[in-house]
């Protein structure tokens, strides 16, 4: 059994992995580290980002420990009989982890950046496997690819970068892009992004003639000292990539579907087969695109001295004049849920390649409607309703 007491056992485990999923919080700070006032993230997130990240024992081996922000009740954590068993642990990280092998979600400032033990060539380990032989980049360094500076210069530099993008400093550069033709005719919609955002926070979405959202999205300006300002535009389909750098080159793993809602609020990953992902519509040529761009985005990371997981979101949009793909809109130096999709997929069927895996967030489905087919990871409870489970198609 899993367990996560007041009195906490021994910590037996050899390595463990750090659900830090409020790194960007930790990146800012190293970007600003003169704002001591940063509010940081409500308790409610905080017990979101804790609870979303027990997943990451898809990554995890027998007795490992796995780390999350608060405690997150064993309850909601059920047996999954492809997944092994871990010790839960929360709080301050106890001092004689320090030592010991960790996988993090994204760096922190006492992540061992040494060397890991490799894997050879020819054996080609699964994800769960080959995730703890990369050696970690150094915050700095994370925080620097994490920044949404790093996404627009290396857009601008591959020559994808989403027509009307711009990257703010000033105010007069925010008011001209939104009524000027920083829009370039293909929405009448914008939005702007601080340079780093954990649990989809900072974002002002608004119509052209919104003064309300301007203002808003000056308040954010004047605090964060930078903005990303893009058009708002119609998806038709998000879709990511994700891929490895360390010492011998990038290694690009594969696309996925994003589910996302209308206000682009992440709500699950699909992983399909090659036939599957064509119902997507996804043709060769785009697939293509987005794997040579994910191969690009790698040796950009590499060059700033970046090494680990990252991964690359992308969407298909649509306006007057046609639909495209925009094949860099995003860039994850860091573990994001398409490895622990892609994770879980390989420890459930580690010998075919024909099965599909949905991993989903929300309010879980009525099982028995699936016929067995749906698997919870993280039950809801009378408290907290946001729930994780994951849906496969053979």
Known sequence: MMNQ????????GKRWIRANLDCEEEFAGLEQPRNHRRAGLSQQAMLTLSAAGTLLRAFAGPGDLLWTPLPVPPERIPRVPFLPEIQLISGPVPPE????ECLPWGAFKETPTGERPRTTQ???????????SLKTASPEVAALVNHRRFHFETSRALEVLLPGSRWIT????????????GLHGISDRWVTKVPFS???????????????????????????????????VDRTLDLGCLGTVNESGVTVLGIHQLVVDAAGKF??????SNQEARKWGVTPEEESTLTETCDSVGIHLSRRGYTGPFG?????????????LQPLGEVNGRLSFGFVARGLMERYAPDSTEVAVHLRFGKPPVSDRRQGKTIPLLLPTPEHEYGAWMEVQN
């Open 170 to 181: 000033e105010p007069r550069q925010l008011e001209e892009s939104i009524h000027g033709d």
């Open 5 to 12: 007491r007041s009195q906490r056992p021994p910590l037996q």
């Open 198 to 232: 954990a649990a989809g926070r900072s974002f002002v979405i608004a119509n052209r003639g919104d003064p309300i959202a301007l203002k808003r999205a000056m308040t954010l300006l004047e605090k964060h000292g930078a903005l990303l300002f893009e058009p708002w």
């Open 267 to 272: 709500r699950g990953i699909s992983i399909l």
């Open 97 to 100: 982890l320090q030592s010991r």
């Open 122 to 132: 020819d054996a080609q380990p699964a994800l769960h496997q080959s995730l703890w």
């Open 312 to 324: 690359v979101d992308s969407y298909r949009y649509r306006t007057r004049k046609g639909e495209f």
